[in-house]
């Protein structure tokens, strides 16, 4: 059963749908932060926000840390997950997102810095991870069922 729980494919499916949904959110939400937003950075949104969900989802196989010897539960590694994604593009965006806060928040405001966002990838990531593990399970059992029976 490839679309059960657990299921990787499952996990996948809601990552990358959840991560759509908030993409196109964001894509209708980013003029009214900053009117004059260019188009890619608003496409960009929409297709970053599928690909953190699909890598949150992917990484929901791995439930223990073999090196520092950790468990690692859906509610420690998805926000991780998301924050460092965030983070990155935050970090590779950085002008263009300081602009979109400042003008968003104003110049005074304690939103106005572009790292705000490496939280909202927190919770946008603890949001995913929290949907692929109800209904797609976790562990090793989500690849088991993609196995060919011996």
Do not use: Q
């Amino acid at each position: 059963m490839l679309f059960g729980n657990p299921s990787l494919l499952t996990r996948i499916a809601i990552g990358k749908g959840v991560g759509f949904v908030l993409g196109v959110i964001g894509f209708f939400m980013l003029p009214w932060l900053w009117p004059d937003v260019p188009m890619e950075l608003r496409v960009g949104f929409l297709f970053w926000y599928a690909t953190v969900g699909a890598m949150i989802a992917v990484f929901g196989v791995v439930t223990w840390h073999p090196v520092l010897h950790l468990s690692m539960p859906w509610w420690f590694r998805a926000p991780l997950i998301g924050a460092w994604m965030n983070l990155l593009i935050v970090l590779i965006a950085h002008t263009d997102l300081s602009t979109m806060m400042m003008v968003g928040f104003g110049a005074d405001s304690m939103l106005n810095s572009a790292y705000w966002l490496v939280l909202e990838g927190a919770l946008v990531g603890l949001l995913i991870g929290y949907l692929c593990t109800k209904f797609g399970g976790e562990g090793k059992a989500t690849v088991d069922v993609m196995s060919k029976p011996e």
